[in-house]
């Protein structure tokens, strides 16, 4: 019995593996069909896709706009090709998930993310190397600024090529203009990068959970209600896409940003860049426990505000009973003590709230303050290469610290999401039967009936003879509705109801 069901289960596996295999090859089909048509943007050249110029086709068109005039979706963004590309990827993942025996291990706990990950890999290569490219200028315009400051002090001295003076300095100004520009396009490259991650992962989880309802067995519908299915479909997606694809990146470039800037900052200041990793840590742990405050007091005032509204909507509908017993004033007396607890509440949220954004403004001047009082404290001179650097330093680390916090605690929270919907699309589903082989020959005979007796005796004999009948698959529908007709039972209740009718007309005569 045990090799009889080893043979099963490798026979089942073959056949997964076979039909995996035939479903892989009619989506690659359609992915064909639909890189045929190209979109504007995919069709631009590389000049246009960064300078978006080719959005000015459709812009300078401002009257009478039609569907043919809207370009089609970059293929990033095709719903139909992504959605393919996941349940792909998803049932494999399925696949090794279910033959497996320990299941409960970690590794197969979110398998759902490396689907995601393979069905959006090549916008999150295109915007991690634009991230990439975006940390490097950022931390190398800081350098051409020292360039610049040196060749003010001097501008004879300090040369890194020998050449004219005045053609240096125009050197340096031109790689600080290019490297201005060259920061805006990255950045604003990697944001629309960001929010075709954010679109397409929206879309291709929605359109995934919205297939696995479909195809769900009466057991799992009752163990997934409604109402749950829905928080998936919308708080957890938007989780997932509108915060952890989003920031995705900051959470491996948040650590590179980090050790790079105080790299640099260490190169100038010294021992001076722990005083301001200090000071920064400090006010940004203030500034949580402020938020946090904040937070809990929102809380608090809206189950305020939610009793509020619930004894003026119960006034409102009791209003006649109110009036005839004279109850206004203890309505009234509720109403007000239950108000006076919401203003309370709002005023101290206002002076949190004042207290955490003079610690945003604050924060460059203190933390510089810090800074360059601990640098001048150990004896070292201050000149303005060093101070201008280090500030451009410590703005970059400032804000990569304020973010990065938020970043971890999004990509923390949206593996809980990813679980809830692991668990969803393992539940059982229906059983697919093929009602019918692609491979059949049309001249195959689909029902045979031959030399049949059907005979039914109920009051009265009643019998029949069935004539031998072959059908095809083409008619198949008319040979069974003639078969419902010759059946003895359905002739029967025929007879019933002409003997029913006879009785009633003998009654109203």
């Known amino acids: 019995m045990k090799k009889a069901n080893k043979y099963n289960l490798i026979a089942n596996n073959k056949i997964q593996k076979n039909s995996l295999e035939s479903e892989e090859e009619i989506e690659e089909e359609e992915e064909e069909e639909d890189c045929d048509e190209q979109s504007l943007a995919d069709s631009s050249n590389w000049l246009s896709q960064i300078t978006f110029y080719w959005v000015k086709i459709i812009l300078n068109k401002t ?14 963004l095709n719903l139909k090709r992504v959605t393919n590309s996941i349940i792909k990827n998803w049932k ?37 190397c634009l991230k990439l490219a975006s940390i490097v200028i950022i931390r190398i315009i800081p350098l051409t600024l020292h360039l610049m400051l040196d060749y003010i002090k001097d501008p004879k001295a300090n040369q890194l090529i020998q050449m004219n003076h005045w053609l240096y300095g125009f050197l340096i100004v031109l790689l600080m203009g290019i490297g201005q520009i060259l920061q805006i396009f990255t950045t604003q490259l990697l944001y629309c990068k960001a929010n075709h991650l954010v679109i397409a992962g929206r879309g291709c989880l929605s359109s995934l959970l919205a297939n696995k309802a479909l195809k769900l067995n009466p057991t799992s519908l009752q ?11 919308s708080v957890d997606i938007t989780r997932i896409s509108d915060e952890a694809l989003l920031y995705f990146h900051n959470c491996w470039g948040g650590p590179i940003e980090i050790i790079s800037t105080c790299c640099f900052l260490f190169y100038y200041i010294g021992i001076a860049t722990f005083a301001s990793l200090f000071a920064i840590l400090t006010l940004a742990f203030i500034t949580f426990i402020i938020t946090k405050k904040i937070k809990l007091l929102n809380e608090q005032l809206l189950t305020f505000s939610d009793q509020r509204a619930k004894k003026v909507s119960e006034l409102f509908r009791a209003i006649r009973i109110v009036k005839f017993q004279a109850w206004e004033q203890s309505f009234r007396l509720e109403i007000d003590l239950i108000r006076q607890r919401e203003l309370k509440l709002l005023k101290t949220i206002k002076i949190y709230s004042v207290i955490n954004n003079v610690l945003y403004s604050a924060n460059p001047i203190l933390i510089t303050l810090i800074t360059f009082s601990f ?9 303005p290469q060093i101070v201008f650097v280090s500030i451009a330093y410590i703005n970059i680390i400032r804000s990569t610290l304020s973010i990065f916090p938020s970043t971890i605690s999004a990509i923390v929270q949206s593996i809980s999401s990813f679980q809830r919907i ?15 082989n692609q491979n059949q020959n049309q001249n195959q005979i689909a029902i045979k009936i031959a030399n049949a007796d059907f005979k039914w005796t109920y009051e009265s004999d009643l019998n029949y003879q069935l004539f031998n009948q072959n059908s095809k698959p083409s008619n198949f529908t008319k040979c069974y509705s003639n078969l419902l007709n010759c059946l003895p039972f359905n002739n029967y209740l025929k007879l019933k109801e002409n003997e029913n009718e006879n009785e009633n007309e003998n009654e109203n005569e």
Request: aromatic share 10%.
């Open 63 to 76: 009257e009478n706009i039609s569907e043919q005039d809207v370009f089609n979706l970059p293929k990033d």
């Open 92 to 128: 494999k993942q399925e696949y090794l998930i279910k033959n497996h025996k320990n299941t409960n291990n970690k590794y197969f706990q979110c398998r759902l993310i490396i689907s995601l990950a393979q069905a959006l890999k090549k916008l999150l290569i295109v915007s991690g």
């Open 223 to 233: 163990k997934q209600s409604s109402g749950e299915i829905i928080n998936l479909m």
């Open 375 to 383: 640098y001048a404290f150990l004896g070292n001179e201050l000149t």
């Open 422 to 436: 692991q668990n969803y699309l393992l539940l059982p589903e229906v059983k697919s039967i093929n009602y019918q």
